[in-house]
């Protein structure tokens, strides 16, 4: 894949795939001349490599012959070019075969035609990961990069077309021999480069060279390629020992007659001075025929989950979509494809979380393809052509929260699946303008929100009239900038990668908390720690004796959270029941809690579009429990504290102590708890506990929001 800067010509002088094959012919590559006619091909008259057209590999840019080539004095391959004149990204697709090695090479030339455009700059990447930023000096400069080191031409006594160079220094002495040798190293060093070694000059018992690269910190596989080219007497050896930056790296070493051999490393190691010395009981000098040095290129970034990027492909040959989709749709995150939202979640490959082909000319029915994209939140396929019915597959997208599909042409009914997450406010569907009649309890057209739209409901039952046109206001301006930006927000909302829901005992929770090492809150319950558990961060709060929340507690949270899962409530992992040690590991929380982001001390400041966000999804949590659970669960400690925030600012409802089974009938009797500030007047005074309780408490939550002003004023 190609990034440009700026509009100016690259000249593709041989872009190869090379798959590591034995034979020294050209069978497993592939050499493209960028730019020549389709269909045409030819044979290098210096090289003897065939060229064919690169036509077949890549859908943009435009193709040029250059009318300064001069054929008696330059290669063929030298007088096409392909120029990126528009767009930011363009990718040459190759087939690939999982489990192969391959070697690509590419070369590049700046052709200046254009002499405003002088400091011409592009990044190379290979996959989601940079590979090279390309500058080109002039307008005659050649850069050729390939994935092991630089090249400028095949090497062909190579099986594996590796370029070997002579090394040569005024103290090292040359030594060959024309005998057979017997090839003996499975990595298969060229029999011209192993029929001459270096040794050192004037009788010397050490051999010195240094690896270094500018980059201090990068690392190197390193291998050392040895074979005896001199037929040593009964009373002569050839012994020796070899250090990297004074540290023995190899001990004791003898090479064998015509026999190669190869030191390798074992590990990555950054480079240095390497020193050959010859053993105590060595007659003749350290002796070395070859030398590779491979640095070490991490791919840190993850390419998107494989069958995603299948549903994207056939998604758009099967509309005959003319965007430019090209190389990974997540990856690199910068250059994501257009109207694709991803999730990047730690080392988890990007996953597929929007989808949006709103007015994209769309025809036939809606793609089976989507129903592999399984993290998917968001499609909108609105003012289409789309013809058919609601298929049934999209109720298997369990994640999903908004469907558009207004202004088609779809008939039929809609799959009951998808009814149902509907009435349970789950799921918000736009039909408007298809021919599909409305059987469930509300419907949802354009941008207007429901009026059982929960965070309405919610609010409608608390808070002042002020409030709530405030609230709605900005729930309609956020959706409406949400769909007219042309690339959709959706906060990610992929399941924590739990662990098992199992027991842990007292010495499993000191490991995971090195010894309760980091502190990272306090409360009622006892004191939480941060931890680790299988590279995975926990927070693990443990109880404290003195807890006036007490075991009782501990047990309702680990029985409700052991059967409740929602993306909106705290994951529970595991917990501890080991004599007087009891304690419960959650998922890690990296943004703490929504009262710290209000609190006047705290040093980032929540923007209006991230506090609608949290509690968008605070109040999700809250109807999941109230509604998706059955019987319905009362949280009766909703406050600002409670609701926690991953490293993106998702929101989840956290601390179920004294959380309460809603088991039929209008109310449950039970003695008043929660925090102050919070609680239902009503509730207080009567001891009947019901959802409006949690809702009056989500609904103070609101104002914090909106006024960013405690609960109690101690003054």
């Known amino acids: 894949m190609v990034k440009t800067k700026h509009y100016f010509i690259i000249l593709f002088i041989s872009f190869t795939l090379a798959v590591l094959v034995h034979g020294q012919n050209q069978t497993g590559f592939i050499s493209l001349d960028c730019g020549l006619p389709a269909g045409s091909s030819y044979i290098d008259s210096i090289t003897g490599i065939n060229y064919t057209s690169d036509e077949p590999y890549i859908q943009t840019g435009t193709t040029h012959s250059l009318s300064r080539f001069n054929s008696s004095i330059q290669q063929q391959f030298l007088e096409n070019l392909r120029s990126f004149p528009q767009g930011v990204r363009h990718c040459y697709q190759l087939n690939l075969t999982k489990g192969e090695k391959y070697l690509i090479r590419a070369s590049f030339m700046y052709g200046n035609y254009d002499e405003k455009d002088e400091n011409p700059e592009f990044d190379l990447y290979l996959g989601p990961t940079l590979w090279a930023s390309m500058v080109f000096e002039n307008s005659t400069s050649v850069v050729v990069k390939e994935i092991i080191h630089v090249v400028k031409a095949r090497f062909p006594e190579d099986i594996y077309d590796r370029v070997w160079q002579p090394y040569r220094r005024n103290d090292l002495a040359t030594i060959n021999s024309s005998s057979s040798l017997i090839r003996n190293s499975p990595f298969d060093p060229p029999l011209v480069a192993m029929m001459t070694a270096s040794i050192p000059m004037n009788g010397s018992q050490t051999l010195n060279f240094t690896v270094r690269d500018s980059d201090p910190d990068v690392e190197f596989y390193f291998y050392m390629h040895v074979v005896e080219l001199e037929e040593l007497q009964a009373n002569q050896t050839r012994e020796f020992n070899i250090y990297l930056n004074d540290n023995l790296w190899y001990g004791r070493f003898s090479p064998t007659y015509l026999r190669g051999n190869t030191i390798q490393s074992s590990r990555s190691v950054k480079g240095g001075q390497f020193s050959m010395e010859s053993t105590r009981s060595s007659t003749h000098p350290p002796i070395i025929n070859a030398f590779e040095a491979y640095k070490v290129k991490e791919l840190v970034e993850s390419q998107t989950v494989e069958r995603e990027v299948n549903a994207m492909m056939n998604i758009k040959s099967m509309y005959g979509l003319k965007k430019n989709w090209e190389g990974d749709p997540c990856a690199p995150r910068t250059y994501s494809w257009e109207g694709l939202d991803c999730s990047y979640e730690d080392s988890d490959p990007p996953r597929i979380i929007s989808l949006n082909l709103s007015s994209s000319g769309l025809s036939g029915e809606i793609s089976p393809y989507i129903g592999n994209l399984t993290q998917l939140q968001y499609l909108d ?235 968008l999804e605070a109040a999700q949590g809250l109807e999941y429990l109230h509604h998706g659970c059955k019987p319905p669960i009362i949280h009766r400690d909703v406050k600002s504290s409670n609701i926690l925030l991953t490293d993106n600012l998702q929101a989840k409802l956290s601390d179920f102590g004294l959380s309460k089974s809603f088991e039929g009938g209008s109310h449950v009797s039970t003695v008043v708890a929660g925090t102050p500030g919070y609680l239902d007047p009503e509730y207080s005074t009567t001891n009947r506990l019901t959802e409006k309780s949690d809702v009056y408490s989500f609904g103070v939550v609101l104002l914090e929001i909106i006024t960013n002003r405690p609960v109690i004023n101690h003054r």
């Not at 999209?394 to 469907?403: A, G, N, Y």
């Not at 021919?435 to 057209?445: K, L, R």
């Open 381 to 615: 396929l609105s003012n289409n052509n789309l013809t058919g019915g609601v298929p049934e597959f999209l109720t298997r997208l369990q994640f999903l929260t908004l469907i558009n599909l207004q202004g088609n042409a779809l008939n039929g009914s809609v799959p009951a699946g998808l009814i149902d997450r509907i009435n349970r406010r789950f799921l918000q569907l736009n039909l408007e303008g298809n021919q599909i009649p409305c059987t469930w309890e509300s419907c949802t057209t354009g941008t207007k929100t429901s009026e059982n739209s929960v965070v309405v409901t919610i609010v409608a039952s608390v808070a002042s009239v002020l409030s709530i046109v405030i609230i709605v206001s900005a729930l309609l301006w956020w959706f409406k900038r949400t769909k007219t930006s042309g690339k959709l927000v959706v906060t990610p909302r992929k399941p924590y990668q739990e662990l098992k829901n199992r027991q842990f005992t007292y010495s499993d929770i000191q490991r995971i908390t090195n010894n309760f090492e980091k502190v990272i809150g306090k409360g009622g319950f006892g004191t939480v720690y941060h931890g680790f558990l299988d590279d995975n961060q926990v927070a693990v709060k443990m109880l404290s004796k003195t807890s006036f929340q007490g075991y009782k507690q501990f047990e309702a949270e680990v029985e409700l959270l052991l059967r409740v899962h929602h993306r909106n409530l705290t994951a529970l992992i595991g917990y501890c029941d080991d004599g007087t040690e009891t304690g419960l590991i959650y998922e890690f929380m990296a943004k703490g809690n929504l009262a710290e982001y209000l609190s006047d001390s705290s040093i980032s400041v929540l923007n209006w579009e991230g506090r609608l966000g949290i509690a």
